[in-house]
């Protein structure tokens, strides 16, 4: 029995060692970002603080249990004044440092600490993707917060349905997304990379699903992103040098018939393109849909196949968000794909 529960008790140590590893994308003990740098510094304060903490009052615990005969020679005398120093005194000067470095902390990552002028994002919570825009530049995109390295970015955040919250452990501590409230905070790295995020705050079904990626680049990388963004989608039409009716059909032939199977398709009602037809505001918008690096809120990598996937079946990979599946025949999904693959 007692070997069955040790076995127990390393399978469990041996599943945390395992979730550990699997969560280095998301963990709060690896902070690459300012304001998370600040928290895990106070949290390993604590930690070792609370740990030596410990070990004292156990020592002096078990000195006290092998010792307690001692007070009958008159030493015990000595009592009251150890509980006063070590029970009133030491703790006090404890929790008053501590709570010095809390707000220290507090005023150091405070949400209005960044600069009028500093490059601005806005981002709204749906169920359960993440608009996202640059209202500077008029750039929407969704899932992926780009930003620039070695600054204070500021982030406005609301919600469109329910309460979300915005949550990218490596760089920063959580701000809930509420509906009809704004609320701002900042982002700061100065490590190129990307750094997964995740709503911390349960929306519905697919709340763990309800992912995205904060993409740092170089100030220079990050303007032409940005520049790269704000131009209308690529446009495909039908060549005008038309091929023979017996060949193969060329790509460009491909996506101008992928355009006209998306603009004549529900896809519009709830789907944005600038620069067509497209303007429907309840799902991602898809100006620059294949410079994305994920599907479905950071779910499935953006390829081919996980897009058709995504198109005809999206709720056996994410049952219960809101967009319906199709039954488009093969030939119009492969030219739909091919154009949406188009929009870079
Ligand atoms: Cu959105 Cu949880």
């Known amino acids: 029995m007692r070997a069955g529960a040790a076995a127990a008790a390393v399978a469990a140590l041996a599943g945390l060692a395992g979730c550990a590893g699997a969560t280095e994308q998301q ?33 002096v615990m078990a000195a006290a249990l092998l010792r307690r005969n001692r007070a009958k020679d008159g030493s015990g005398r000595r ?8 029970g009133g005194i030491i703790p006090a000067v404890i929790l008053l440092a ?43 995109t969704a899932n992926e917060v780009h930003i620039p390295t ?23 501590g959580k701000t809930d997304m509420i509906p009809g409230r704004s609320n ?8 190129p990379g990307t750094y997964w995020g995740q709503c911390a705050e349960y929306c519905g079904w697919q709340h763990a699903l309800m992912r995205f990626v904060v993409v740092a680049h170089e100030p220079a990388e990050f303007q032409a992103w940005l520049s790269a963004q704000a131009e209308p989608a690529a ?3 039908t060549p005008a040098t038309a091929t023979p009716a017996a060949g193969p059909v060329s790509t460009a032939e491909l996506q101008a018939r992928g355009r006209e ?21 309840l799902g991602p918008d898809l100006t620059h849909l294949a410079s994305r690096e994920y599907l479905a809120s950071g779910v499935i990598p953006n390829n081919r196949g ?24 093969g030939e119009e999904l492969q030219a739909l794909l091919a154009y949406l693959e188009s929009l870079e």
């Open 150 to 172: 070695g600054q204070r970015v500021r982030l406005e955040l609301t919600a469109d349905d329910v309460i979300h919250s915005f949550w990218v452990p490596k760089l920063s």
């Open 184 to 191: 701002t905070m900042w982002l700061q790295t100065d490590q």
């Open 235 to 237: 446009n495909p039409t």
């Open 98 to 140: 501590l709570t010095a470095q809390s707000t220290a902390v507090l005023r150091a990552t405070d949400s209005g600490a960044v600069e009028p002028g500093a490059p601005f994002v806005s981002v709204t919570g749906h169920q359960y993707w993440w608009e996202v825009t640059y209202p500077n530049s008029g750039v929407v």
């Open 306 to 329: 996980n897009l058709g996937g995504w198109i005809v079946d999206p709720q056996s990979i994410k049952p219960g968000n809101q967009m319906p599946g199709t039954d488009l025949p």
């Open 27 to 59: 963990s709060m003990l690896n902070p690459s970002g300012t304001r998370a740098q600040a928290v895990d510094t106070l949290w390993q304060t604590m930690l070792i603080i609370a740990t030596v903490v410990w070990l004292i009052v156990v020592g």
């Open 79 to 86: 009592a009251p004044l150890f509980v006063a120093v070590a």
């Open 261 to 281: 199977i998306f603009m004549s398709s529900s896809c519009v009602y709830c789907h944005a393109i600038a620069g067509t037809e497209a303007t429907g505001k």
